[in-house]
């Protein structure tokens, strides 16, 4: 292994329960009725997409960049406040870093929160590099644009030389259709579809702190 790119929520940090939380803040805030289940809502997308999604499933007279603002928002004092990294992460990322092992995070998150979760975390030293779907103009499961990019700005050419850490199915599958080897990562977001993510991965862990047996 010579590269590391990182999805950032449900991988990296345990953050998609709080997606549930975003969601029925942003319901409650418009009084407006249920929507289903938030958390499968929003961690399929981006938060632009999930905006537009919205706003046409409520009919919302307001404009899709005001919808977009107030989940931002309520999404920002989440992740500054209660998104916690998920067990392990800090020690398989310093171990990776005295290995030589060059890191990045691809994620479809945004950038501004990705930032504040770096710093915030203390995962800032281990990164080099960031992407982010709605940067690249493409989304993992439309495809692996972004794995693609970050490889790039890292300094990669192959992606056999790089290993993706993956929560989702979806995205592992877009990850390896490109040639990267995928790590599938246990998150509960996932827990229905794991055999669809254990086929796409060359190796599955369950929590971070196995990741440095890769290293072995």
Not at 65 to 71: G, L, R, S, W, Y
Not at 134 to 140: F, H, L
Request: proline residues 6%.
């Amino acid at each position: 292994m010579t590269y590391a790119i990182f999805d950032m929520d449900g991988t990296l940090i345990d953050s998609m329960p709080l997606w549930q939380d975003v969601g029925t803040a942003f319901r409650q805030k418009r009084k407006l009725p249920p929507l289903g289940d938030m958390t499968k809502l929003f961690h399929k997308m981006t938060i632009i997409q999930a905006a537009a999604y919205l706003k046409e499933a409520y009919q919302l007279p307001d404009s899709l960049e005001t919808v977009h603002d107030d989940i931002r928002a309520i999404a920002w004092q989440a992740y500054a406040e209660q998104v916690p990294l998920k067990t392990g992460v800090l020690d398989a990322l310093a171990a990776f870093q005295q290995a030589g092992i060059h890191m990045g995070i691809a994620t479809a998150n945004e950038r501004p929160l990705v930032n504040l979760v770096l710093d915030r975390l203390g995962l800032s030293p281990y990164i080099q590099a960031v992407h982010t779907c709605s940067e690249v103009g493409a989304t993992k499961r439309e495809g692996p644009a972004v794995y693609r990019a970050c490889l790039q700005d890292l300094g990669g050419e192959s992606p056999q030389d790089c290993y993706v850490f993956e929560d989702a199915p979806h995205a592992a599958e877009s990850a390896a259709s490109a040639g990267f080897q995928v790590i599938g990562v246990y998150d509960q977001a996932y827990a229905y579809d794991l055999p669809r993510l254990k086929k796409a991965s060359q190796h599955y862990f369950e929590s971070a702190s196995q990741w440095p047996t890769l290293l072995e």
